[in-house]
């Protein structure tokens, strides 16, 4: 394997579910190699051995090991042939989430807001001490006997214990190539933090440590697209979400994902999506009633 050699990894789409879960027992040689993906790796060693690539960081790792791998990050789990079971297997638990779940949940259940406020969410890799890595293996364990309710119920309960934990050592920081991608988290954190009220280029330009034409050729450079219409790709996006599934009105909807004028949120979501917002909840619900 050429070590400089990084594979975009998309984690599998769990249709209806927030986040992925697996309870993997494999041949460590078809295990994915040097990869990368836009998710948080919630993972747990259970059985095998052998050395773990996170970032800038090579170390060994061991049955019982949990790590946690930020998004983006490059990783590479790679067993020891001789640690596998009788037939042939490692075995390890995993759970995986966008940034935007936990984003998302802050919203919704001040809860778990209120567990999670003021958090500065880590941009190394993590590997956590005894107390922790007792209580996430044991989440993890349950997690695997739970219905799909249990395992969302159970992730609330893990959210607040990677988090806020002061049992960890860090093992891997993040390599110079990944500047930009975190530079556009830190830009895609923001805007789903203010996407419900206008944006100013000043504003994310300030947040960013920028001058404006700094920014503005930064982001169409790196994105292809202006950030206006980055943040426009957004609200229309999450509107199609509450389309899909929520039962509020148009206008109410318009207003919720950032737009001010109900015929200009009409007319910008027809162009871009090929049809009215209300002929998108349409065909939409003839889609999931035909499944």
């Keep these: 394997m050429k070590e400089d050699t990084i594979i975009p990894y998309e984690l599998p789409e769990v249709e209806n579910h927030s986040f992925f879960f697996i309870d993997q027992h494999i041949d460590p040689f078809i295990e994915a190699k040097l990869h990368q993906h836009d998710a948080w790796e919630l993972y747990y060693v259970v059985h095998g051995h052998g050395t773990r690539i996170a970032g800038d960081t090579l170390q060994s790792f061991s049955e019982g090991d949990v790590v946690l791998i930020p998004p983006s990050m490059h990783h590479y789990w790679k067993y020891?042939?001789?640690?596998?079971?009788?037939?042939?297997?490692?075995?390890y638990l995993m759970v995986a989430f966008k940034h935007v779940f936990i984003s998302k949940c802050m919203e919704i259940f001040p809860e778990l807001r209120n567990c999670l406020a003021n958090i500065t969410f880590p941009i190394e890799a993590l590997k956590f001490g005894p107390e922790s890595s007792r209580?996430?293996?044991?989440?993890?364990?349950?997690?695997?006997?739970?219905?799909?309710?249990?395992?969302?119920?159970?992730?609330?309960?893990?959210?607040?214990?990677?988090?806020?934990?002061?049992?960890?050592?860090?093992?891997?920081?993040p390599m110079r190539i990944e500047r930009d991608v975190r530079r556009m988290q830190q830009i895609s954190t923001y805007v789903m933090a203010h996407y419900v009220h206008p944006i100013s280029l000043d504003d994310i330009a300030t947040e960013m440590g920028m001058n404006r034409s700094a920014f503005c050729s930064y982001f169409k450079r790196y994105k292809g697209v202006t950030f206006s219409q980055f943040v426009t790709q957004y609200r229309l996006n999450t509107a199609c979400e509450l389309l899909k599934h929520s039962q509020k009105q148009v206008s109410e909807i318009c207003y919720l994902v950032g737009f001010n004028d109900l015929p200009h949120f009409v007319r910008v979501f027809t162009k871009e999506k090929g049809m009215s917002p209300t002929r998108y909840r349409k065909e939409h619900l003839n889609e999931k009633n035909n499944i």
Aim: include cysteine; proline fraction near 2%; charged fraction near 25%.
């Design 80 to 91: 020891d042939s001789s640690s596998t079971d009788e037939e042939g297997y490692v075995h």
């Design 135 to 173: 209580a996430i293996r044991q989440s993890l364990s349950k997690m695997n006997e739970l219905d799909e309710l249990g395992r969302l119920c159970e992730m609330f309960r893990l959210l607040p214990t990677i988090f806020i934990s002061t049992d960890y050592t860090f093992t891997g920081k």
